[in-house]
């Protein structure tokens, strides 16, 4: 087998692209700057956790403030795809009780190395249950900060946040050679077209061969069995002797005498005829059937060589045999040559001719490269790819 090695490459770009984002549910702070969703926050109420607002569970809560109403406290959060957010709904209690109340004056920040924070908005809204905070194009950031800087009572307390966001997800799309990222090298072995040589004999073999029955002359020469005669009386053509009824005939002529008229019998494979089967015309009025006759066989319709001298038999309606049994070569073209007829007030008629024949027909079996007629080639491609 033959193989080409060669190398391929494949061009890549890296593209950004903007996709909506679900916020996990957490059951624990997670770590900053890792890679899932995470929270944390300084002066935590050490009863209470900074996951809890991002829980999905609203009998529990984030709670800070107490004793830590000076600046530094935040709460913070982090997605290792960076995020545009346009909302925060944060759900915090739903009337004072124990001291807890809502942020009244708060600043959100963002960073994408969480150490540079920027202002993203500063805000009062806050009340008991749900507030709403929406924000215009924040662009895309992986910490962001909510900035605690003044709330309602003792400890401020978020039950839950939900944040509504776009994340930029990285995503690797064909590039070409003059517009690429990065790329990557295969080798392929490439398989060799190889041409196989199938060798072929021809071969004739005999086999048997049944008349065809005959709904129009043909043409003799021709790829199937035809019939041709010297001359056929209107209504009495050729093929009516070959159509296996025996009320319809050939007649040559006209109510003279048909001596010399014969039909040509022509097959593509040649034939050994054995026998030769007529039968008379079939009206009694006046029945006149072939006397004598010569059969004649050639394989080129031009060059005919004489196999039988037959004498009819002129009984009203009979069929009758020429025995050609002596008959060992195999033709295409057999001669019916009428010699003499009755005759008189009708015309010589014959209703039916059957041959009984085997066939030479062509087979194709292989050959090798010694001994062939004929070869056919074949493209066959052998190889792998790794
Ligand atoms: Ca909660
Ligand atoms: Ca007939």
Redesign the pocket.
């Known amino acids: 087998m033959q193989t080409v090695k060669e190398i391929v490459k494949h061009y890549w770009k890296r593209e950004q692209i903007e996709q909506p984002w679900t916020q996990p549910v957490l059951s624990a702070n997670g770590t900053i700057g890792g890679d899932s969703f995470a929270c944390s926050a300084l002066n935590t109420d050490t009863r209470t956790a900074p996951y809890m607002a991002f829980d999905s569970n609203k009998t529990n809560n984030f709670t800070a403030g107490w004793l830590s109403k000076a600046a530094n406290n935040y709460f913070e959060w982090y997605s290792p795809k960076a995020l545009n957010i346009s909302k925060l709904d944060i759900q915090y209690m739903t009337s004072n009780s124990s001291a807890v109340g809502y942020l009244t004056s708060w600043t959100i920040q963002a960073s994408n190395d969480g150490e540079t924070f920027v202002d993203i908005l500063s805000g009062t809204d806050g009340n008991f249950g749900l507030t709403t905070i929406n924000i215009q194009h924040s662009g895309y950031y992986k910490y962001w900060k909510l900035l605690p800087l003044t709330w309602s009572d003792e400890w401020y307390c978020i039950v839950n946040m939900d944040i509504t966001a776009t994340q930029l997800t990285e995503t690797i799309t064909p590039g070409t050679a003059e517009n690429y990222d990065f790329y990557t090298s295969e080798y392929i072995y490439k398989a060799v077209p190889t041409v196989i040589r199938h060798y072929w004999k021809r071969e004739q073999t005999e086999q048997p061969w049944t008349q065809p029955v005959l709904t129009a002359d043909g043409t003799i020469g021709d790829d199937s069995f035809a019939v041709l005669a010297s001359a056929f009386k209107s209504g009495n053509e050729t093929y009516?002797?070959?159509?296996?009824?025996?009320?319809?005939?050939?007649c040559p002529v006209n109510a003279s005498n048909p001596a010399s008229h014969y039909i040509i019998i022509y097959n593509p494979n040649a034939l050994n005829v054995s026998n030769i089967s007529v039968?008379n015309r079939q009206d009694t009025t006046n029945p006149t059937a072939v006397s004598a006759g010569i059969i004649y066989a050639s394989n080129n319709n031009e060059e005919w060589i004489e196999i039988s001298n037959f004498i009819g038999n002129t009984t009203a309606k009979a069929t009758w045999n020429i025995d050609l049994s002596l008959n060992e070569n195999y033709y295409k073209y057999y001669k019916f040559y009428i010699s003499s007829g009755q005759y008189g007030s009708s015309s010589c008629g014959v209703?039916?001719i059957k041959l009984t024949a085997t066939q030479l027909a062509e087979t194709i079996i292989p050959g090798t490269a010694d001994d062939y007629d004929y070869y056919t080639d074949e493209t066959i491609y052998k190889g792998v790819n790794i």
Request: charged share 20%.
């Open positions: 009516k002797a070959f159509d296996n009824n025996t009320s319809t005939m050939w039968t209703a039916e």
